[in-house]
């Protein structure tokens, strides 16, 4: 006997308004939800509304298809006062991830795709959205029924990558009328009426667990299927656009596996060396959900490109592990070690232009103080240096934090993915500590990295400079630390300035002494982690025999990862670190 598919289908009505508002829709700018609200407010409307069959023709595959698609038809009617555009093909997605919304806390999204055809034979695109938000649940009438939507000329998909000629936008809604009468819709080709009911009640199940999956508390809904998401390859380099890439496993002298990674769109002899921050890793230059660094100098001028995962990169697994590293290790250590193997790579004549952020800087600026590397041809350092200081909030974290979670509840490691593990343990509770005193967003891993770092809301960026995408995968971005590189920069914070582990060395002291290569030191303004620490470095610099090499600049609006890490740092932040770059190339 052949197995006879259950289908399942209703008829739903959505009534609003169409805005005729011409302009060009890249997929990675989409409207907000209040820029519909707003289109909507400022220009003259005319009436829209479609009615549509949507039809699962096999409901057990519908349920466990991870797109939730099924097909729809149907018409819009008495568009523009008065033609019918017919839906040739239409789809729908009862649930997906979000990325029509760039809401940062959309959990789940419904789309209506349809490829419509009106009287002339002129081909359109209605895609329409529904967003559901993280948590929101007494919005749920309201998520659940409105409906933001953009018509565009020919057939293509939202998310394909070409361009958009959109010719209006608008909002519909269901009315409960409308939805009364959409329950009494539901059809099926099941044999008897016992049959039809289970089949609509498994329908309304994946509904209902959906919602769940969104609207419940965080802590009810960490399911494993949440640990595969991975909104692009872990470590993936498909960000970088042109060239070879090349990655080099280094060793160190002191037993550790480092990597240098090479992108390299032509041969040139002033090549830029990376260092990411404590935790994250060369992605942070590579993000593919908007222009990056590495892209940006390779089509600037700088075709060679390497980037440090130093040991501290959360790219390393060891990084979970207790141990007692500490930043002269990675000072005498790992950049000598990668600066030496690009010599060899490129010839002793390299010039070597470097730029460091965070601990990533902290440490090489410690490496050029003791010496440990030499003839560096130009350095940018991004928001500490030679002088950390970090806000009251975050010095009492740091007096405290390091034993009490090491020693009290045992922990090796901290990561933004601890809320995240199985079960109400550590992670769930210092999320919800945080989620106590945080309103700003509604991600876990966005409150844990600000519980790991600095003080602010959040704390290692401005939310307005970060991608959505970037957001839902910040867990992916940042890793975790065991907590003695936090020791090490407690005891600068101390000494107010950067000191070698044993207090020996004053690097401080040491850089004032030497001469060090042209330096541009930046910072964010709404620098949460180390503010004002690079401007610090800055004056005690400027004041001596380096005074014609260094120089500060401040990037309003930002803050301390979003420099690199943000959705218009090309456009806002590159330009200045490339005319710096210009005038040291040699
Ligand atoms: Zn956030």
């Not at 052949?2 to 289908?7: G, N």
């Not at 440990?372 to 909030?393: D, E, Y």
């Not at 000191?499 to 004032?512: A, G, M, P, R």
């Not at 500060?552 to 590159?574: A, C, K, N, R, W």
Request: hydrophobic fraction near 40%; include cysteine; charge should be neutral.
């Amino acid at each position: 006997m052949t197995h006879q598919s259950t289908s399942l289908e209703f008829t739903e009505r959505m009534a609003g308004h169409f805005i005729e508002k011409q302009f060009t829709l890249s997929a990675n700018s989409p409207l907000k939800r209040n820029d519909f609200v707003q289109i909507e407010e400022a220009n003259e409307r005319t009436p829209f509304e479609f009615t549509l069959t949507i039809k699962v023709n096999d409901l057990d595959q519908f349920i466990v298809d991870p797109l939730l698609q099924a097909i729809a038809f149907g018409k819009i009617t008495n568009f523009q006062g008065g033609q019918d555009l017919t839906v040739e093909t239409g789809l729908f997605n009862l649930f997906v991830r979000s990325e029509a919304s760039p809401d940062l806390d959309t959990a789940k999204e419904m789309h209506y795709t349809l490829f419509l055809k009106d009287s002339q034979g002129k081909a359109w695109t209605f895609f329409g959205f529904k967003e559901v938000l993280k948590e929101d649940s007494f919005e749920m009438w309201n998520q659940t029924t409105t409906l933001y939507y953009y018509l565009w000329e020919g057939h293509s998909t939202f998310d394909h990558p070409a361009n958009k000629k959109v010719q209006g936008v608008g909002i519909l809604r269901i009315s409960v009328s409308d939805f009364i009468k959409q329950l009494g819709t539901f059809k099926s080709n099941a044999p008897s009426a016992l049959e039809e009911q289970n089949a609509v009640i498994k329908f309304l199940n994946v509904f209902a667990s959906n919602l769940w999956v969104a609207y419940a508390p965080f802590i009810f809904t960490t399911t494993s299927a949440r640990w595969n998401e991975h909104l692009f390859p872990v470590n993936s380099t498909q960000g970088v656009a042109l060239g070879e890439k090349h990655l080099y496993p280094l060793d160190t002298q002191d037993g550790l596996t480092i990597s240098v990674q090479r992108f390299k769109a032509k041969e040139t002899k002033n090549v830029v060396l990376l260092l990411h921050g404590l935790t994250t890793s060369t992605d942070m230059y590579i993000m593919p959900e908007h222009q990056n660094f590495v892209n940006y100098l390779h089509a600037n001028g700088f075709t060679d490109v390497w980037s440090l995962d130093w040991r501290g990169s959360g790219r390393f697994v060891y990084n979970l592990m207790p141990h007692r590293y500490n930043i002269d290790d990675i000072a005498k250590n790992d950049i000598p070690k990668a600066i030496e193997f690009i010599r060899q790579a490129c010839g002793e004549d390299v010039k070597i232009h470097v730029v460091s952020h965070c601990v990533g800087s902290l440490s090489f600026m410690a490496s050029l103080a003791a010496g440990h590397v030499k003839g560096i041809a130009s350095v940018i350092s991004n928001s500490v240096s030679l002088t950390p200081k970090v806000r009251w909030q975050a010095f009492l974290k740091m007096i405290f934090g390091p034993e009490l979670l090491e020693y009290l509840f045992g922990y090796a490691y901290i990561s933004p993915r601890m809320p995240y593990f199985p079960g109400p343990g550590f992670g769930k509770w210092l999320y919800w500590m945080e989620r106590g005193i945080r309103h700003e967003c509604k991600e876990p891993a966005c409150h844990l990295v600000s519980f790991m770092w600095g003080w602010g809301y959040p704390a290692a960026y401005v939310h307005r400079n970060i991608h959505p995408t970037t957001h839902r995968r910040l867990a992916d971005l940042f890793g975790g630390t065991s907590f003695h590189y936090y020791r090490h920069i407690r005891k600068m914070l101390f000494a107010k300035a950067s000191v070698s582990f044993d207090k020996k060395t004053n690097y401080l002291q040491e850089s004032q002494k030497r001469d060090l290569p042209p330096i541009l030191f930046i910072s964010g303004s709404e620098n949460n982690i180390f503010p004002g620490s690079n401007k610090m470095t800055y004056e005690a610099l400027k004041t001596g025999k380096n005074a014609s090499r260094v120089q500060y600049l401040e990037f309003p609006g930002y803050g301390h990862q979003d420099t690199f890490m943000g959705q218009y740092s090309h456009i806002e932040v590159f330009p200045k670190l490339l005319a710096f770059l210009k005038e040291q190339k040699v």
